[in-house]
């Protein structure tokens, strides 16, 4: 069974950058049958895809957020990892990593609450 699990602060000042990282267990992020993506949820609002990483390394990412986001992965660890550049309490949100297969998230983490606030 796939299980992923977010980390990282929870509290981040304006103008810096946000990272998140998370670790998988069960199935290999190198494994050709998914791909690992960031999703998050702002306070009342929706989910919001932010990108994903593919079994090989290769990133894509909202076009909404593909100027502050970098998306990357440490496969002797396997796990992978969120930046995001300059927030504002905009970004303010539950932050989760999730597995994706047939484009379709499949497994989540319990999330990670991140305030941007000074």
């Known amino acids: 069974q796939v299980q992923l699990q977010e980390s990282g602060p929870g509290l981040v000042k304006p103008s810096q950058t946000l990272s998140l990282t998370c670790t998988v267990s069960g199935e290999s992020i190198t494994n050709n049958d998914y791909a690992w993506s960031w999703i998050r949820q702002p306070p009342g609002k929706g989910l919001e895809w932010m990108g994903v990483?593919?079994?090989?390394?290769?990133?894509y990412y909202s076009p909404f957020l593909k100027s502050r986001t970098s998306i990357f992965r440490d496969t002797s660890k396997n796990m992978f990892s969120l930046q995001l550049s300059s927030v504002t309490p905009v970004d303010t949100a539950v932050y989760y990593c999730?597995?994706?297969?047939?484009?379709?998230?499949?497994?989540w983490g319990q999330g990670t609450q991140v305030t941007v606030s000074s």
């Open positions: 990483i593919h079994y090989d390394g290769s990133t």
């Open positions: 999730a597995s994706i297969s047939w484009r379709v998230p499949r497994n």
